[in-house]
């Protein structure tokens, strides 16, 4: 493998002193945490973008160093903001590095909105000195200016594209030089966010896993057919919402889909948003692991005003688009996630909960379960249904 842009990245980190970072994975920087890896610099994956941020905050402060936190943009800063502004408020050295769509301005299919993500935009307006780069060869000067707000007690921001972190390093082994103009400057997507065509992907880059009976798109069915008529739907980021908006514009049914732009965790805080405005009216909100590590803590919110809110929770252990892709490179160890006893943590909260093994015990389950009032149901699914994603590009490659 060649020595990339990330590679230098992480090198140039440890030169500076970095020993230690804080991140969460999205689509735009998944080049990096394995190279930060590979470079010696210890990397924590943590449950959501503010939590890493804070840990890059106690990190510092608790060793008197800067901090370093990394994320994808779009929905990734978005949630990286509280810790930025904190450390502009406060003045704490936090250098974040933050994945951006790609210069050829190919989108992900998600983790950017339509208009695409315009986080200079916003880092300027929140005046957190940002920097990025266009062009492999800016990384040292960028990195100085970023390295020298934080020398004057200041967070930095160093945006970066996601093609250009995986594209060699051009001093590296006598390569030759890439000419600037094979790196278009970063500039916001303005068109809308398509997913990849299908029969443009590599197949080999689709994992390879059997279809399981009990898949996402089997779960959906299943709820469909437990649920009354007029129940409002909310799908979250990942699998959940894809399968879903495959269900129901199959039968020309409305959902209400996660933003285009995937924040993790929104099907649940917004199902609970909407179960407020008629109070009698089902609602159900079906969310992966990952998103719920965000916001599962809403659930006690459901509990609390005893909203009718039926939670569906798959459970497989990774965060499925970006563990697919860490697949290629063998990092994909970074995307798995701890285990969690979900339904001790509804217990916790008073939600009444039922773990189910399969699609084909959710009706039952949920006559089991009260029928009115919150309610959770955990069920275990493949890491990756090939079902579901199959119409997305799950390669980095096919997605340069
Ligand atoms: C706040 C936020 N951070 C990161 C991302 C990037 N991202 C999109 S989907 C996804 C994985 C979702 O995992 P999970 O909720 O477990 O669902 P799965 O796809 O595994 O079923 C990630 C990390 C995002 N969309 N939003």
Redesign the pocket.
């Known amino acids: 493998m060649s020595f990339t842009v990330a590679d230098h990245l992480a090198r140039s980190l440890v030169a500076r002193g970095f020993r230690r970072c804080f991140g969460?994975?999205?689509?735009h920087v998944e080049p990096l945490p394995q190279a930060l890896l590979n470079g010696g610099l210890e990397v924590v994956i943590a449950a959501?973008?503010t939590g890493a941020g804070f840990m890059a905050q106690g990190w510092s402060l608790a060793g008197g160093r800067a901090g370093l936190v990394f994320?994808?943009g779009?929905?990734?800063l978005?949630?990286l903001i509280p810790a930025l502004q904190a450390s502009r408020a406060e003045g704490f050295p936090l250098l974040a590095i933050i994945g951006q769509t790609s210069t050829t301005g190919l989108p992900s299919f998600?983790?950017t909105g339509a208009l695409g993500s315009r986080d200079r935009e916003l880092l300027d307006a929140l005046q957190i000195p940002a920097v990025s780069i266009g062009c492999p060869l800016e990384l040292p000067a960028v990195l100085e200016l970023a390295c020298e707000a934080l020398a004057a007690g200041r967070p930095a921001a160093l945006t970066i594209p996601a093609d250009l972190l995986a594209a060699p390093w051009p001093a590296a082994g006598g390569e030759s030089l890439p000419s600037q103009q094979a790196y278009k400057h970063h500039r916001p997507v303005t068109g809308p966010v398509v997913p990849a065509d299908p029969a443009a992907a590599d197949p080999a880059a689709v994992v390879q896993q059997p279809t399981e009976p009990g898949g996402?798109r089997a779960v959906v069915r299943a709820l469909l057919a437990s649920l009354p008529f007029g129940t409002l739907w909310f799908g979250?980021?990942?699998?959940?919402r894809h399968a879903m908006r495959m269900e129901f514009q199959e039968r020309g049914l409305p959902l209400f889909d996660c933003p285009q732009?995937?924040?993790?965790?929104w099907a649940i805080a917004a199902a609970i948003g909407a179960a407020f405005h008629e109070l009698d009216r089902p609602v159900c909100c079906f969310?992966?692991?990952?998103?719920?590590r965000?916001l599962a803590h809403e659930w006690a919110t459901a509990v609390q005003h005893h909203l009718p809110i039926t939670f569906v929770l798959?459970v497989?252990g990774?965060?499925?688009?970006?563990?697919a892709r860490l697949r290629e490179s063998g990092a994909q160890a970074l995307g798995h996630?701890p285990a969690v006893d979900w339904c001790g943590q509804a217990a916790s909260m008073g939600l009444p909960a039922c773990r189910v093994e399969g699609a084909q015990e959710i009706v039952a389950a949920l006559a089991a379960l009260p029928s009115r009032g919150p309610r959770l149901l955990v069920l275990p699914?493949p890491?990756l249904d090939p079902e579901v994603l199959a119409p997305y590009s799950l390669s980095r490659s096919a997605s340069r």
């Open positions: 969460y994975l999205g689509h959501s973008e994320c994808g779009g929905p990734g978005a949630m998600q983790d996402y979250d980021a990942g699998q959940a732009s995937g924040p993790m965790g969310t992966g692991d990952g998103s719920a965000m798959a497989n990774v965060l499925g688009g970006p563990y996630l699914l890491a």
